[in-house]
């Protein structure tokens, strides 16, 4: 089976620090991304990766970085964690070239004060 | 623009009391659905994918059909532990590997 393990599954930080969310799978999967869940906007996407170290932006990009150094391995950074940065974290994997469905993590839950 | 929308937002059912969510979406040239169940505090959990009009896919109590214009996630005999919010996302022909979602449906089945 898939597995796809985030780093935490609750987080509590402070305005202004930076905050580092790590999500690793372990299917040789290339694609990797990363949203976030809010009620009533559903999922949206922050940040994909197709490669090692190749990177695209997703739908709400702004005050998030990603890093991809390793296959199994991608980290969504909050450089400056804000309040509006309160959500639920998802990652997710994917094969490439074909018609599959997503795998997901168990979420993180991320609290800024 | 590339939209999907599910109804109801919430649904409330007896124990036993069939019912239907839907899904509809607008994309050219769909090259997939997705059917996702999220418990609260966790990852969705795959479901179902759908590939063209017509086509129809079962799991336990739980059928999936698709039309050009919408889906419809079909619960026969529902059970409380069938109680989640299910999710719908298409994938869209101009990047394979992006997924659009809907806000999904909150289904509560009650004893």
């Known amino acids: 089976d898939v597995k796809v393990t985030q780093s935490s599954r609750y987080l509590v930080k402070r305005t202004g620090e930076k905050v580092f969310l790590e999500c690793v799978q372990d299917m040789d999967h290339e694609n990797m991304f990363w949203y976030r869940q809010d009620p009533g906007l559903g999922l949206r996407l922050i940040y994909f990766s197709y490669d090692v170290k190749m990177k695209e932006k997703g739908d709400i990009p702004e005050g998030y970085s990603v890093s991809r150094e390793k296959k199994e391995r991608f980290s969504l950074i909050l450089e400056s964690a804000s309040t509006n940065q309160t959500s639920m974290y998802l990652c997710a994997s994917y094969p490439a070239g074909g018609y599959n469905e997503q795998f997901f993590g168990p979420g993180t839950r991320l609290t800024v004060l | 623009e590339d939209q999907v929308t599910q109804s109801p937002e919430a649904l409330r059912l007896q124990e036993g009391e069939s019912s239907s969510l839907n899904c509809s979406y607008t994309?050219?040239?769909?090259?997939?659905l997705f059917w996702y169940r999220q418990d609260p505090g966790k990852g969705p959990e795959f479901l179902f994918t759908?590939?063209?009009a017509g086509e129809e896919k079962e799991k336990e109590r739980l059928k999936a059909t698709l039309t050009k214009k919408e889906s419809f996630l079909h619960i026969t005999a529902p059970k409380p532990e069938d109680s989640a919010t299910y999710l719908c996302a298409v994938q869209a022909p101009y990047n394979t590997d992006k997924l659009i979602f809907g806000t999904g449906t909150r289904l509560q089945v009650f004893p």
């Open positions: 759908l590939y063209s």
């Open positions: 994309v050219s040239g769909l090259r997939g």
